[in-house]
């Protein structure tokens, strides 16, 4: 009895997917007879009148202006970089917006001021086109250098590459655009970094509307002589295949390249079969998500080579990573941050059905860190508790040094504003009434969720903090775009800040086409019913996931025995000082200060370290940056020890030699 209810109802189900099909190709043919010539994307349209049109517009600015502005419009592929100049702002230029109908592209040059929660608009007389799929970089000489992009009609039925180049001036907002012979041909999709006082672009793609080609070609810009150039390297010479999408970071000996997404050319059967008795086969275009890793080294030109000397280049291919995000993803996103990459979202594709291609979307954030090729999985966590002391140290010794150095504080505040203590109490009590005249800003909303599942959301590091703008979500043939901004802090990762989040705007598609959307919802929502499964729900709902698989990281001890994968032969231990759990940075200098310094001297003395001629508190510099990059490289490692340790129930690591001598135990006794 059994057997036959599950028969009948397979054939239910066959028949109600039989029916869909056929409302599906009834609907779409409606759908064609009611589209004439004035639905469709007018291929005579010109171009270059358009952009001509954009420039004129753009010239009715006479100068560089900046006004305060609300949040800009969503948009996708456009460009987010943490200003060189000021490290509380944020550039954000560029980009599209498709509604399902009409495709928008922008030229606007936004900055956002972190500190103060303010959003501001620039308008410049000389300033690129409108454009999307573009790529720009930072440089050693505090310069932001922009290249390419593509632009098309309303209806994306003609696309425009350009190959033009801008410098921009993050100070005084102002761009230039750079001429010369011999440049980059024109992309988008490609990617860009720095090195030295070189530029660095690779990759791309371009899109004729009938067919895309991928590049593969590396192009390096001398910023002292002005002047592209294209190393011609020798044939059987390994070097990436054609790519978009990828990422490309600075590395100290040139630059780092991981992933990309690109289509090949492949055979695939017709399943019709020919006289010969075998299969008929077709060619069509693969997509394939790259997960290799390439390092570009750069040898700098000898000293007293001659102007225009271009550098020494060579590919040199890497392992794959280890603990790489799985399944594969395209569209996460890589931002640079201190030696590592920072990965978020990206979409998986994963089979292609009667109905197209299915597709799973990821929220997860990694750290992929660069020297040790490594990924790891970075989870958010909850403020800790303030330690509650047991003993009250303010009669130890320690406690009275503690409060005489805080009341010679308040003395020195005093001599210097010419006023006595109890002034300076008064003043600074002033300061903290809240009926002030400075506002105070609304608290931001602060989630420990991720946010939505997304791809090719636009990344940023300023300040240790990361801003994630932006993000495309797909549910079925629609396609969403964010219009929102969060924050997250690297350091701490205490939960995701709201910047702005704004509602997503009404799908613009065509009539038959939204109510054949509706009308598949509603049929998945019946069938997954009649299955005895939980349905789905609207689209873009969170949906809790399972975590995914979880790796089991090394402690700090441990990675000191790990071999290089580059170089198994050479397994040094690593006798730098290393952070423990729930040490700040600022705690981790202050205890190895010391040890830091003394590495830099030793590097000075041994003639390794351009250091020779510094100061002391030049030296101190270098040693506090050592110790800054030693702290990020091994943050990840020291996360997941303090979150066994608060599992475990300790609260906080204290070494015995730092304890106090006067703090008690078998030495005092003694």
Request: charged letters at 30%; aromatic letters at 10%; one cysteine or more.
């Amino acid at each position: 009895m059994v057997k036959k209810d599950k028969k009948s109802k397979n054939a239910e189900q066959k028949a109600r997917t039989v029916a869909k099909q056929e409302k599906k190709a009834t609907q779409k043919e409606k759908k064609g007879k009611s589209k004439g010539p004035v639905d469709s994307d007018p291929e005579d349209i010109d171009l270059d009148a358009v952009r001509a049109g954009y420039e004129r517009q753009q010239a009715q600015f006479l100068e560089v202006t900046e006004s305060s502005c609300e949040p800009p419009s969503p948009r996708s592929s456009s460009s987010l970089l943490g200003s060189p100049s000021n490290s509380k702002e944020l550039l954000l230029f560029g980009g599209e917006y498709f509604n399902g109908a009409l495709a928008t592209f922008f030229n606007d040059l936004f900055i956002y001021l972190t500190d103060k929660n303010e959003w501001r608009r620039v308008t410049s007389p000389n300033s690129p086109l409108p454009r999307s799929g573009h790529a720009w970089t930072r440089s050693n000489s505090g310069d932001i250098y922009l290249f390419g992009g593509e632009f098309s009609s309303p209806k994306q039925g003609t696309f425009y590459h350009y190959n033009d180049f801008w410098r921009l001036n993050p100070s005084s907002r102002e761009w230039t655009r750079i001429e010369g012979k011999k440049g980059p041909p024109a992309r988008s999709g490609h990617r860009m970094t720095y090195f030295k006082h070189y530029v660095i672009l690779f990759g791309g793609f371009q899109d004729t509307s009938q067919q895309t080609k991928y590049l593969q070609d590396l192009w390096i810009y001398d910023c002292h002589d002005f002047a592209w150039f294209n190393p011609v390297l020798p044939p059987a010479t390994q070097k990436p295949d054609p790519r978009s999408s990828f990422s490309i970071h600075p590395h100290e000996a040139g630059a780092v390249l991981y992933g990309g997404y690109s289509r090949v050319k492949a055979m695939a059967s017709t399943g019709k079969p020919t006289k010969g008795g075998g299969q008929a086969v077709r060619s069509v275009f693969k997509p394939v998500v790259h997960q290799d890793t390439w390092f570009l080294r750069i040898t700098l030109p000898a000293q007293g080579a001659s102007a225009g000397t271009p550098p020494g280049i060579r590919w040199e291919r890497r392992k794959k990573p280890v603990n790489s995000p799985n399944p594969t993803r395209a569209g996460a996103t890589q931002t640079y941050h201190k030696g590592r990459g920072i990965a978020f979202g990206g979409v998986h594709d994963v089979e292609e059905s009667e109905e197209g291609m299915d597709s799973e979307f990821f929220d997860t954030l990694h750290a992929w860190n660069i020297e040790r090729n490594r990924f790891f999985q970075l989870a958010l966590r909850r403020p800790r508790a303030a330690a509650k002391r047991q003993v009250d140290d303010r009669g130890t010794k320690k406690g009275r040094g503690k409060l005489d150095e805080e009341e010679l504080l308040r003395n020195l505040a005093a001599v210097e504003a010419k006023g006595s203590i109890e002034a300076v109490e008064t003043t600074v009590t002033l300061n903290d009434d809240p009926a002030s005249d400075v506002p105070k800003r609304a608290a931001k909303s602060i989630l420990f969720t991720m946010p939505h599942p997304r791809f090719n959301a636009q990344l940023a590091v300023q300040d240790d903090t990361l801003y994630i703008f932006g993000g495309t979500y797909e549910c079925r043939d629609r396609e969403y775009t964010f219009d929102e901004m969060w924050a997250i802090d690297l350091g701490k990762l205490d939960g995701v800040q709201e910047i702005y989040k704004r509602e997503l705007e009404n799908w613009q598609g065509s009539d038959d086409e939204s109510s054949t959307s509706a009308s598949d919802d509603e049929d998945d929502f019946e069938d997954e019913e009649a299955d005895g499964e939980a349905p789905m729900g609207v689209p873009l709902r969170l949906v809790e996931r399972p975590a995914e698989s979880e790796v089991k990281v090394a402690s700090i001890l441990e990675l000191a025995d790990i071999t290089d994968p580059e170089n198994p032969d050479a397994a040094v231990a690593d006798a730098r000082p290393h952070p423990r759990p729930f040490e700040s940075l600022r705690e981790f200098f202050a205890r190895t200060s010391m040890a830091w310094q003394d590495l830099v001297l030793d590097d000075v003395r041994k003639g390794s370290s351009q250091s020779t001629n510094q100061s002391v508190k030049e030296l101190r510099k270098v040693a506090f940056e050592r110790a800054e990059a030693m702290w990020w490289d091994c943050r990840e490692e020291i996360t997941a020890l303090e979150d066994e340790q608060e599992e475990a129930g300790i609260g906080e690591v204290i070494s015995i030699t730092d304890r106090s001598h006067d703090a008690g135990g078998t030495g005092r006794r003694r």
